[in-house]
Each structure stands twice: as C-alpha cells, then as structure tokens.
C-alpha cells in the first residue's frame, strides 16, 4: 500500500492543494484534499522517523520516536491555537486519545484475534501503560477540570501550566527508565529481534523527508483549519464532532494502519505500544505542550476539557486497562472497544 | 427447601392472588401475596430452564439461561413500563445490578469464608467478568448519563437505542466467545464434572412448566405494579427504595438462594456466575431490551439513571472488580460487599 | 536523628509552647513552636506504642498500632472540631490520606528505587490493600457526598452515623482477618524475622512515655488550633491549604520517616505498611470515629467532604491502587507519586 498509494496521493494532492487555496475552490473539497495529503504526508513523517531511529540506535530511536511519533498532530493544533480554535484543539486532543485507545486498540485486537485465538503482549508493559494511563489521562486531566470550577480564569491557567510542566518532565522521566535506567529489565529475548532490522532510508535521506514533510504538513495544516467552519456548515457537524472524530483520524491514518497490520502479524506487543504509547505521547506530550505554547497565542488553552470530552476518556481508560492489564487479547475484547468507540462517536455526533 | 415450600406457597398464593383482586382486599396485604408467589413461581421457571439446559446440551442451555434467567424482572418491568412507571424501572433494575453483586456476592463470599478459609474460582472468568463489567455498567451507563445533559430528549432517546443495540449485539458475542469461539479454552477438567447432572423433568415438562410459570407471573406482576403506590404510602417507602430494594429481592429471590447453597458447597465458580452473570444479564441484555421495548410504549425509557442509581452502580462494580479480580475470596471480603450493601439500602431509604 | 534531633526539640518546645501562650508571643511564632514540638512528640508515642507491640506479642501489638498509630492526628482533630473547625478537619483528614499515600508512599518507592532497581512487597498484602483503599476511601466517601445533595443537613447526618459505624466495625474485622482467621495464610518465612526485635523501654516505661505525651500533644494542639486563623492571613494560606498540606504534614511527620527509611532498607512491606496502613487507619478508624464523636459538640461532621477533596482522594485511591497492585515498585512510580502530590498541593494552594 506504501509504494503505490501515498505517492500518488502526494503527487496529486500537493500541487492541489495549493491551486485550491489560490483560486478559492469549494471549502468542503479542499478540506478532503488537505486531509489526503496530510494522511499521505503523515506517512512519509512515520517512515522517515522509523528509519532514523533504526540508523540511530534503540535510545535515540526511542526519543525521535516519543518526540515525532505525533508530530502532524501537534502541527496542526498550533495553527489550530493560533487561529484560536481553543475548543476544537481539545476535541481533537480528546478524539486522538480516543482513536488511539478504542479504535487503533479494538481494531488491532479484533483483527489480529480473527486470526489467533489468543495474542499476548508483556504483561510488564501491560501494567506500565496502565499506571502511564491512570496519571496520564485520569489524574491529570480530571483533576484541574475540577479544580478549575473553583478557581478564576487564570489561577486555572497557572495550574494548568504547572500540570503541563509536570507531565512533561515525568513523561521524559518515562523515557528514561524505559530506555536507560530499567532498559530490558523486564522483558527477555526481544533485543535481538530488532537488531535485524535494517534502514530503508539513510539518516541524510530520512532527515530530509522529515523536513520537508514538516514544512508541506504545516502548511497545508494553516490551510485546513480554515475551512473548519465552513465545512461543518456544509455536512451539519458540530465542532466537537470535526475536533474529535475527524481531526482525530486524519492525523493519526498512518498509525491506525500500522497498528492492525502488526497485529495481524501477531507482534502484539508493537500493535499495542503503537495504540497505547501514542496515546500516553499526546497526554503526557503534546497537550502540555500545547498548553505552553497557547500561553504566545491571543487565547491560551488551560488544560481543562468539556465534561462530555473528560469523562469519555475517562471511560476509555478505565475500560482499556481493564482489558489489557492481563496482557492477554482476544477478538471480542476488541469488539467491546470498538463498541465503545461507535457509542462514543454517536454521542459526539449527537452533541 | 424447594420440594415443600415452594409447592405450598403457590398453591396457597395463586387463588389467593387472583380472589385478592377480585374482591379488592388492602393493597398492603395483596403486595406480600403477590411478592410471595412471584418468588415461588420464579422459583419453578429457574428450575425449568435448568432441566431445558440439562437436556439441550451445554450451548444452548448456555444460551437458555442467558436469556431467560431475569425473565421475572423483565416480565414485572414491561408491565411497569406500561404503566408509565419509568423511574420505579430504573430503580429495580440498579437495584437487581446492586443485589446481584453485593447482596448475593457478599452473602456467597461471606457463607462460603465461614467454611473454607480461602475459596478459588477460575481466574480468567473473574478478569472476563471485570471487563464485562466495566463495560455494561460503567461505560454503557456513565457514558449516556452525562451526554443527555447536554442533549435535547429526543436525542437522549437515539443515543439510548443506539447504546441498547450495542450492548444486545455485544452480550451475544460475549455469549458465543465463551460457548462457542473460546469454549474450554480457558478452562480445564471442569466439562466432566457438568455432564454429571441429569435432567429432574423431561424436556417437554420443562416446556410446560416455564410456559405456565410465565404466563402467572406476567398476570400477577400486572397486579403487583398497581399496588405500589399505596403500599409506598402505607410503610413509607419511596418509589426508588420499592424499586431499588423490594422489587430487586423479589425478583431475584430464587438466586439468591442457589448463590449461596453453591458458595456453601465450595462450587464458587457457578456461585459467582450466579451472581455475576446475573448482573450483567440485567445490564447488557434486560435493560437495553426494555429501551428497546419502552418505545412501543406511550412514555419511552431513556438510558439515564438519576445519579444516586448511576453512582451507587458504578462504586458496586468497582469494589466487586477490585475484590473478585484475583479470583480468591474469604468471609472478610464478603462482610465489606455486605457492607456496602447496607451503606447504599440505608441512603436509597433516606433518598 | 531520633536520639540527638528529638529530646532537644522537646526540652526547648515544650517549655516554649508554655511560655508562649502565657505570654502571648506573635501567633505565627508559636504555630511553629507548636509544630516542631508535637512532630517531637509524635515521635516518641510512635516509639513507645512500637515498643509495647513488640512486648505484648503480635496481636495485641497489631491492634495497638492500629488504634494509636493516628493517635495525634485524632487528639488535634478533635480539639479542632471542638473549636467548630469542621471544614479544616475534613481537609486535614484529606491532607493525611493523600499525604500518607502519595508523598510518604512516593517519597519510599522513590528513595527505595535510587537503591535498587526493583523492589517487591506481598502481593496478596497489595491486594488486600487495594481492596480496602476502594472500599474506605471511594466507596464510603463518594457515596455520602452524592447523597448528601439529594438529603436534608440532618438525613445526610444519619447516613454519615450509619456509614461511620459500618467502617468502624468493618476496620476491625480487617483486623481480625489479619491477625487472627488468616494470620500468616498469605505469608511465609516472614514471622521469624520479626521475633528477633527486641523492646528498648520496658512495657511500664512505654505506657508511661505513651500517657505523658498524649497528654502533652493534646494540650499543645488545643493552642495549635487556635492560631490557624492568624497563620491563614499571614501567609496567605486558606483553610483548605492549612488542612490538607501543614497540618496533615505536622501531623505524620514521624511516619513519614520511618516508611522512607525502611525503603532505604529494602524493607518494602514495612514501607508500604506504614503509608497505605496509616491512610486506611485515617479513612476507616479516625475519620468515623471522628464523625460519631462530633455528634456531642455544638456542629456535627457529616462525612460530606468538598467536591475537590473528594476528587483528589479518589484519584490518589485509583492512582495508587494501579501502581501499587502488582507488589512491584521502581524509582518512576515513586516519581510518579511526588508529581500526583505536587499538583494536588498546587490545586489546594490556589483554591
């Protein structure tokens, strides 16, 4: 699909894109031509930071990928954030936890236990993701949500940007013990198979891919969040609904796919850490992030969520660590994600 | 137990019950004849789908049992919907979600813990169980409650069917992973054991006997809802505590029994699966039905507890997950289920 | 520290606290003054209490150390409410468990984790405690405040009698659990090592150092608590801060150390013993207690927290039980822990 698909879609989609803008084409064509070419170009970013982390070695690997794996996402709330969007950024920081957890994770289960009766992944892991999940997404976001309706505006601002601040530095200290200090401690035999891999790309290639895959995803992003309004007008979508669901599945196409494929390839343990890790990158990553560089836009973004959007992903990770703290997966567990996942949608349609 | 009582008590309770209505005897009186031979009758329809499952063979008197074990509490809840009594439904069926779990759950685990120091059932039904769980309360019920507060009624209602089917079409897959995809798969040496029990009735005695039972406990369950009011006046009870306590005990009487004679007797996997399976029974199939069944109805029923139900059902599943997880039980964690049990009995009295 | 730090802090506090008050020294000053000298003293009743289990055998001594272990936090706690400070108790109440099992539990995992790279404790003792934790904190706490918005001030205060006994007693069936009907089932080897400590004072010499500091301690708070208003306005703290981060502090200064030592020392089950042990004595034993005894002073304590104390607990009860339920600790989950604390320390600060 790689070889054949993204570069058409490339081909076509850039040059369009900018005709598009030039000689104002219909709102609602030009947003499915930008959500192409961002799926496609989001491609390019996940294969060139791949390679680079396999020329790199497994520590840097680990960082590059902990620190990109989410980079569309995050390119596309910052224009979102400056155009100030504030409330579409959290739906679509809600919708990629979502997405990631229930769809990535129900789809990669589902599909992966049609075709074995049972899958397993470390149970290591498994716990890890769990406690990652419960301060994550659980402690950190439901508590100045509550907090907040107490407090003023911007004494809620200050929480949030020492929250923002304390996620970060635990979401690196992660790293470190994953990567440095607890490095293979609990896992055995997986080292070797990795070392086989090899470099598609070399790191000058991948570097330059990753640049310029950047620079025509940023671009193309400033151009896509405009058409946000009039093209909720056009399909009678909410906000909440573009933020949450849509935004969701375009920045993250490239990870869904991958995540069904390993799947399928019983290498659940990569099916899951693509699920889950990328979940935990835009709790513990990218929303404190934003939340910082919101303080340089007109309009910051405190860390507090609609009650629908907390309490969604509150659900969702309840339900997700109940499923997978056995390190163990099953096709109707995915079932029940994905059964999750459509309710959830339903509702946010609804909203 | 069953050979004398329940035999007299119906052939006591059936004229008197229908001689009651006709001559119009006081409410209070006529709410214990009815209530008394509801519970012998149910009795009987127990006993008749166990001998159907005996002689089916194990997929279909899974599948039996699954569906037509809170045939009572379905049967009283049309009857009430009918009425219009929306909120004493909602009531009875938090009520069936927490007798099952804490009331029959603890009186097994604290019966049980009396004689054997330490009682076991299969670790992999407790974690299927947990998420179950997880999922038919707590996502399915959480997740309505809050978006209904921000959606018009008519929506409330779609988001309800859409949720209702959901959870029929996932109790069904959950029904054919254990009997049919993943049967035994998890288990050991417990197939022989069943293939022990022998069928009491012939298959169509059975037949006869549950169609009998069902047609006089739909009658007497019509009777049964029209004197709730003044029997709520009478004791000064509320709606929610007839609901939530009287109904729920009522309905679930006949189990409750068997819970405990099999903790009694160490078979704590079938007393769990009483009361779990009891539960999620209710949850994931009787409840989303009788949505489904409420909107032939002049006043539908929506998927929203009021939240002293929503509240008390979700603390319930998350101390019966955290107690039943390990799949180890004692008298100690039976006495802290019995314990909440009073906790929440004594606020639904205040409510 | 305890042999040089401890007597000295005594022989110039308590002359000071005396002095003081008779001449009426800046409030602030003698906050302090009070402060360091109960920390004092709450060191040498966690010593001679110590010193009486290990002479009364394990048992009596278990059961001594579950009474008294809070024995300061109950005599300030008492004075306070006396002096109709109901809603400082309620904080400081909260301030002890997320103090006990955020901080004093982070603060060993952390310490424990910069020593060795993995640290286990009993699995079953983490199961058990969980168990409680869910039962104690979330049940009990959670289920009084939703109901108490649906019930009068007096109904509420029923419900928190009802809940409070039920604590109490379900406190010491625990104990029983573990102590007698179970003692040593869960464990093994584990018995002989602690016969091997042997009592530094005489069983008359500790009750004598018990009795005389008790006194002492509920002298000092009954002036501690009357300078929180005058602290409150020149620091800048509210009450809520006061409550859940200084008092809660003062209050378990002791323990703190001993849990982190133990850490230090690879004693694991002890540290964690001491930090969920003492957060179940304050949720299970102090707090009801706390509530029955209120009942004889001008206004009652509902067992009706705020929303944000409520909310904290539960998070810091979810955070803990996730880390914490495998038996397995790491310098990350301590880390983890601390940056829970901070931002709930933050949030009460701002509030």
């Known amino acids: 699909m790689f070889n054949r698909l993204f570069p058409m879609v490339l081909i076509a989609g850039l040059p369009l894109s900018v005709a598009g803008s030039l000689f104002h084409w219909p709102e609602a064509l030009m947003f499915m031509i930008y959500c192409a070419t961002i799926i496609a170009l989001a491609a390019y970013m996940g294969r060139a930071t791949e390679n680079l982390s396999i020329v790199s ?14 980079a569309v996402e995050l390119i596309i709330s910052i224009f979102a954030l400056k155009a100030g969007f504030v409330s579409i950024v959290l739906a679509s920081l809600t919708g990629a936890v979502l997405g990631n957890l229930l769809l990535v994770g129900g789809l990669a289960f589902l599909v992966g236990g049609f075709r074995f009766k049972r899958q397993r992944f470390d149970i290591h892991d498994a716990r890890f993701n769990a406690v990652l999940l419960m301060f994550g997404v659980v402690v950190a976001f439901v508590f100045p949500e509550i907090f907040s309706m107490y407090l003023t505006d911007q004494e809620a601002l200050t929480l949030s940007v020492w929250i923002a601040v304390i996620l970060i530095l635990l979401y690196f200290a992660a790293l470190l013990f994953r990567l440095v200090t607890h490095r293979g401690m609990y896992q055995s035999g997986k080292e070797e198979e990795k070392h086989e891999e090899t470099a598609e790309w070399s790191k000058r290639k991948s570097i330059m891919i990753l640049a310029l895959s950047t620079i025509a995803v940023a671009y193309i992003s400033e151009s896509l969040v405009h058409t946000f309004e ?6 009678g979508w909410s906000d909440v609904f573009i933020g949450v669901i849509i935004v969701a599945i375009v920045g993250n196409a490239a990870e869904h796919a991958s995540a069904i494929i390993m799947a399928y390839k019983n290498r659940m343990d990569v099916a899951v850490e693509i699920a889950i890790g990328s979940t935990l990158q835009i709790a513990m990553f990218v929303t404190p992030l934003l939340v910082l560089i919101s303080l340089f836009f007109p309009s910051p973004m405190p860390l507090v969520f609609t009650v629908p959007e907390l309490v969604t992903m509150v659900l969702a990770v309840l339900l997700t660590n109940t499923i997978a703290i056995d390190g163990d997966t099953n096709w109707f567990e995915g079932a029940m994600m994905l059964g999750a996942y459509l309710i959830m949608g339903v509702g946010f349609y609804l909203l």
């Open 57 to 70: 070695g497994p520590r840097i690997g680990g960082l590059l990928n902990a620190t990109f794996g989410n």
């Open 230 to 235: 009039s093209v909720g007008e056009t399909f």
